[in-house]
Each structure stands twice: as C-alpha cells, then as structure tokens.
C-alpha cells in the first residue's frame, strides 16, 4: 500500500500547472467514437486509468485504437451496430462511469456481455441504472451485496438478439448524469422516443457530444429527449479536443488557497456551467479565482483559472447546499479542507450521493478532518465543518481507503500543518491524476 508523506509548505506555491483531460469529456469521447461512422480523432485525453478502461473495453469489442505521432488518439468508428462480444469479462476497473455507461451501450447489443470491476467498483450499487433500463427492456443482473434488494458487480447483460428497447420517460428521483447517459444511449438503440427528466442540472457532456455528432437529442428545461424515428442512425466522427478536468484543478486551486500563493495559474480547464460548482462555492467562502483566456473546445467553455496573492485573505463559512451541492459533488472533499481555513461553519448539505462513491465520502471526508483537529459534525446527508481561522492543521496520519479524492485533499491539507501529514492508501490517484505529486512538486510543495 503505497503513501505520501506531505511536509507544511514553507513559502507560497507558484508556477503553471497543467491537468489531465477532462475523464467525463474523455469517456464520452471514446465511447461516442467508437459507435460514429467514420473516424474520431480525440486530443487531450487524460492518461488516467478510468479512461483507459473505457479504451481497453472499446479495443475489446473489435474497434480500432491507434495513438498517433501528434499524442492524439484515432478511433476507427464501426457504427452503431458493429461492435462485438468481447472475448472474457469488461473489466471496468475503478471506473464507475466507464461501467454504468456500458450498461447503457451494451444491454442493446445482439450478445451477451459481462462487466467486472476491482474491490471499490464492487461495493458501489448499480440499480440506480439496471432498474430504469430494464423498463426499456434490457436484461441486466448483477451480484448481491451489503444491501439486500441491491446489485453490485459483476453484472451480467443478456443481449437481445434480434429485439431492440423500447423508449420510456424516467424521472430521475437524483440528478446523475450517469444514469441519464446511460439512458440516452439506450434511447439510440430504442424504438420509440426516450426521455429523461433531471430534478437538477446534472452535468451536461453526453448532450453536448451527442447533439454535436448528429444524435437525434433535444434539450426543453430539465427534459433530455431522444426520438430516433426517421434518423439514419450515424453519428458523425470528428475531431474532439478534451479540455482540462476542472475536478483535477481543484486540487491545485485549493492548495493555493490553503497553503498560499503567489500566482497559480492553471491552463484551458473545462468551466461548463454544470462543472463549476467548486468555482461557485470558493466564491461564497470569498476566494477570489479569476477565469481567463477563455475560449471553446468541442462545444464546451474553457478558461484558465488563476489565484494569485490575497486570493484567500478573508475565507468565511457558508451555506453549500441545493444546486450548487449537486454541480459540486465530487469536489466537496477538497472544498471541505478550504472551509476548515475559514473563519466560522460551512455547511453542506443534500450531499448523500458521497455515501455511494470510491468511498462513502461523507463519513472518509469526516474522519479526515477529524485527524487533522478539526471540528466536524456528520449527518446523513452532509456535514458541518468548524473552521480553524488561520490555525494550522495538526500533523497526523490519514486513510484514504483507496478513494483518489480524499488522498488528494489529505495531501493538501498537509500543506497547511504544523508538522508532517502522511497519507496512505493512495494508489487509486492514478485513476484520475497519475502526475498529481509531480504537478504539485513543481509548484513549490515538498512531498515524498
């Protein structure tokens, strides 16, 4: 079990940071590439291994992956009915989003298919996505687990030879942009029209690529709808530019914050509307994060984000809750190591999705902040966070249960202790970040 060992930061980060591509853009772009006509050309996928599971399992289904001269990827589309069984199981590793979108894809397919994923990906429950598929009449079954009634991985997809789904509209009880792509995708396959109701804007990716490929998918308010009657069923091949992950930058923003700095800037992040909630909920802690150069990259906004000296001289608790939760979700760990630099609470609340991630991220975030001294109160569905104001973290050991984001938070925090803070069980920050300490090291900060 590998660890990092972080010392407290002894002057004020500088220097440009690059991030990997974004995973979610990334995903989408192989998976949407692998099913277009023609070729797709993809540049700045992230060398993570959640996206790489989403590569091996499309090469593993007979579509051609080359990685060209210029670093970027060709993908060789072999249309919307030409993928094959693959020969063993999909092994999705860590990758949730890689697993629930092929569920999506694969239960409208003529074979059989099975996917497997590693210790984490196994804990996680997948019904949120089997039970509304197999209304449009996909055959899914998984394992039992923790809780009875639940399916787990490995799940096994029967394909449905010579039928095909049937459209239906799901509203969607918790916005997951996981399960209404799932749904959208199955809607290319389905007869009929297929409609997925959001309680809340979930984010976005699946929409704006498909749309952008030819898909027969419209936007009305929190109403996704595929209608494939009349369409040719082509997607379009192209050329795809993944901007930089805003979950990864995060990281690198916060350390400015928490630890001080000078000018960090880091480069063409994706800020689309429905990414930015950690920009939003830094703004109502009063950290300032200034966007510039902004531009576009394959129908999404891009911008580089920048702290520079002062960028977090009056932190104060807040209120994070609703909306801004939702477009927030996986940065909340980090985003909880920020609010204990504030003066007074933060609160956040409507977060329960974190019990069901890598990790169940309320109760991991928490006995973070516990071991670093700070006070915290755990609810069911969030936490309160009792800012130190100013007060340095204490120097401690912390678990990250193999859950990239709250190693990487812990790391972070070790930044503003009064000693060292070791972090292990860290592997899984491969999944995400593989150049994290390396990105980090570079800008003054002293890990090993």
């Given at each position: 079990m590998t660890s990092f060992i972080v010392s407290p930061a002894t002057k004020p980060?500088?220097?440009?940071?690059?991030?990997?591509?974004?995973?979610?853009?990334?995903?989408?772009?192989?998976?949407?590439?692998?099913?277009?006509?023609?070729?797709?050309?993809?540049?700045?996928?992230?060398?993570?291994?959640?996206?790489?599971?989403?590569?091996?399992?499309?090469?593993?289904?007979?579509?051609?992956?080359?990685?060209?001269?210029?670093?970027?990827?060709?993908?060789?589309?072999?249309?919307?009915?030409?993928?094959?069984?693959?020969?063993?199981?999909?092994?999705?590793?860590?990758?949730?989003?890689?697993?629930?979108?092929?569920?999506g894809l694969l239960c409208a397919q003529s074979f059989d298919s099975t996917m497997v994923g590693d210790h984490s990906l196994t804990g996680r429950p997948m019904r949120r996505v089997t039970d509304p598929l197999a209304k449009m009449g996909a055959r899914i079954e998984g394992a039992s687990g923790k809780r009875e009634g639940e399916y787990y991985p490995p799940l096994s997809i029967r394909g449905l030879g010579d039928g095909r789904l049937s459209g239906i509209r799901y509203e969607q009880p918790v916005a997951s942009a996981q399960v209404k792509s799932a749904l959208l995708i199955a809607g290319l396959f389905a007869e009929g029209v297929t409609e997925v109701v959001e309680p809340g804007r979930s984010r976005n990716h699946t929409e704006l690529m498909l749309a952008h490929m030819g898909a027969p998918?419209?936007?009305?308010?929190?109403?996704?709808?595929?209608?494939?009657?009349?369409?040719?069923?082509?997607?379009?091949?192209?050329?795809?530019?993944?901007?930089?992950?805003?979950?990864?930058?995060?990281?690198?923003?916060?350390?400015?914050?928490?630890?001080?700095?000078?000018?960090?800037?880091?480069?063409?992040?994706?800020?689309?509307?429905?990414?930015?909630?950690?920009?939003?909920?830094?703004?109502?802690?009063?950290?300032?994060?200034?966007?510039?150069?902004?531009?576009?990259?394959?129908?999404?906004?891009?911008?580089?984000?920048?702290?520079?000296?002062?960028?977090?001289?009056?932190?104060?608790?807040?209120?994070?809750?609703?909306?801004?939760?939702?477009?927030?979700?996986?940065?909340?760990?980090i985003l909880a190591i920020v609010a204990a630099r504030a003066s007074g609470t933060t609160d956040f609340r409507d977060a329960k999705e974190l019990r069901v991630k890598e990790s169940d991220r309320i109760s991991t975030t928490c006995e973070m902040l516990r071991n670093l001294g700070v006070g915290v109160e755990e609810r069911e569905d969030g936490f309160t966070v009792q800012g130190l104001a100013g007060k340095p973290f204490k120097a401690c050991e912390i678990e990250a249960h193999g859950d990239h984001r709250i190693a990487m938070s812990g790391v972070i925090a070790g930044l503003a202790a009064d000693g060292d803070v070791k972090v292990n069980d860290v592997d899984n920050v491969a999944t995400s970040f593989p150049t994290f300490v390396k990105t980090l090291s570079a800008l003054g900060a002293q890990i090993r």
């Amino acid at each position: 079990m590998t660890s990092f060992i972080v010392s407290p930061a002894t002057k004020p980060l500088i220097g440009i940071a690059n991030v990997p591509g974004d995973k979610s853009v990334g995903h989408r772009s192989l998976l949407f590439g692998a099913i277009a006509s023609g070729e797709t050309v993809i540049r700045g996928l992230s060398g993570g291994q959640d996206n790489q599971r989403t590569r091996s399992a499309m090469a593993a289904m007979g579509v051609e992956i080359e990685e060209l001269p210029t670093g970027q990827l060709s993908v060789q589309g072999v249309g919307l009915r030409g993928l094959k069984q693959a020969a063993q199981a999909i092994d999705c590793g860590n990758s949730g989003t890689t697993m629930r979108l092929l569920c999506g894809l694969l239960c409208a397919q003529s074979f059989d298919s099975t996917m497997v994923g590693d210790h984490s990906l196994t804990g996680r429950p997948m019904r949120r996505v089997t039970d509304p598929l197999a209304k449009m009449g996909a055959r899914i079954e998984g394992a039992s687990g923790k809780r009875e009634g639940e399916y787990y991985p490995p799940l096994s997809i029967r394909g449905l030879g010579d039928g095909r789904l049937s459209g239906i509209r799901y509203e969607q009880p918790v916005a997951s942009a996981q399960v209404k792509s799932a749904l959208l995708i199955a809607g290319l396959f389905a007869e009929g029209v297929t409609e997925v109701v959001e309680p809340g804007r979930s984010r976005n990716h699946t929409e704006l690529m498909l749309a952008h490929m030819g898909a027969p998918l419209t936007v009305d308010g929190r109403v996704i709808r595929v209608d494939p009657t009349g369409w040719d069923g082509k997607l379009a091949g192209g050329k795809v530019s993944v901007p930089g992950d805003p979950s990864s930058a995060a990281f690198l923003i916060a350390a400015g914050l928490v630890a001080g700095v000078e000018r960090l800037s880091v480069p063409e992040v994706c800020v689309n509307r429905t990414r930015t909630g950690f920009l939003d909920a830094l703004g109502e802690m009063g950290a300032r994060v200034e966007l510039e150069c902004r531009s576009d990259a394959s129908g999404d906004a891009v911008a580089d984000l920048v702290v520079s000296r002062g960028a977090a001289e009056q932190l104060v608790g807040s209120v994070i809750a609703g909306e801004l939760t939702l477009r927030a979700l996986d940065e909340l760990p980090i985003l909880a190591i920020v609010a204990a630099r504030a003066s007074g609470t933060t609160d956040f609340r409507d977060a329960k999705e974190l019990r069901v991630k890598e990790s169940d991220r309320i109760s991991t975030t928490c006995e973070m902040l516990r071991n670093l001294g700070v006070g915290v109160e755990e609810r069911e569905d969030g936490f309160t966070v009792q800012g130190l104001a100013g007060k340095p973290f204490k120097a401690c050991e912390i678990e990250a249960h193999g859950d990239h984001r709250i190693a990487m938070s812990g790391v972070i925090a070790g930044l503003a202790a009064d000693g060292d803070v070791k972090v292990n069980d860290v592997d899984n920050v491969a999944t995400s970040f593989p150049t994290f300490v390396k990105t980090l090291s570079a800008l003054g900060a002293q890990i090993r």
